[in-house]
């Protein structure tokens, strides 16, 4: 069956500038989780949707970051104002239970 | 702060010999482990996982053992193959308010040789 899916999958901005990052989740999967790894670094863990739940927001690193998932499947992870620190990997995983499927990532690049 | 850590960050390896990962957490809530391999512009691809209750899990080359008094778990790769050459991450969730919530060791970059 089809994997997780995230688009686009490269994006290069302006500081300043709003992006939005889109990510299908696989079909069914009740939980979706936003991770972003920068150069160098391991995964860091942004947000958490599990059903009709709140969202577990802790990881976001402030305000501009904001993201939500519409309908219990496809998700936008919104970065307003971008800084050049927010040039990353963002990576988009999906569950069942407690193993996390990952998608191919968008490589965010801020000039 | 670093709850799950992986303090190689590389590992060198002749084909057709053992390759062992490490990794170390500091949290004891942790209940699950897992392991992903990650190729360059790709997203991490799940390896094998552990539950806190196991001491070892095996899946065909892969074995990842859980030691729990020393919060260590390794992965065992054997025998090595040139497509295992990758970076692989470590990672733990424990139902302490966020169930799925994973964090990531630093990874460990694999070089296969031939």
């Known amino acids: 069956g089809a994997g997780v899916s995230q688009s686009p999958s490269n994006k290069v901005t302006e500081k300043g500038k709003d992006v939005e990052l889109r990510c299908d989740p696989i079909?069914?999967?009740?939980?979706l989780y936003w991770y972003r790894q920068s150069l160098g670094q391991g995964l860091e863990f942004l947000i958490y949707f599990q059903g009709n739940s709140a969202p577990d927001k802790s990881g976001l690193p402030s305000d501009r970051f904001s993201a939500e998932r519409t309908g219990g499947s496809v998700s936008t992870l919104t970065i307003q104002r971008t800084q050049q620190e927010d040039s990353a990997v963002y990576l988009c995983?999906?569950?069942?239970?407690?193993?996390?499927?990952f998608g191919p990532g968008t490589r965010l690049l801020v000039l | 702060d670093q709850q799950v850590k992986q303090n190689s960050p590389s590992l060198s390896v002749q084909e057709g010999r053992i390759s062992i990962l490490n990794c170390d957490y500091t949290n004891s809530m942790f209940d699950y482990f897992l392991w992903y391999k990650k190729y360059p512009a790709e997203g991490p691809t799940f390896l094998i996982s552990?539950?806190?209750?196991?001491d070892k899990n095996e899946d065909g080359r892969f074995t990842v053992f859980l030691n729990k008094s020393a919060k260590h778990l390794s992965l065992h790769i054997v025998p090595s193959q040139p497509g295992d050459s990758a970076v692989y991450f470590c990672a733990a969730s424990g139902n302490f308010g966020s169930w799925g919530k994973l964090q990531f060791g630093a990874g460990t970059q694999v070089v296969v040789t031939p």
């Open positions: 995983a999906s569950s069942e239970q407690e193993t996390q499927y």
């Open positions: 079909s069914g999967h009740t939980a």
């Open positions: 552990i539950s806190s209750i196991k």
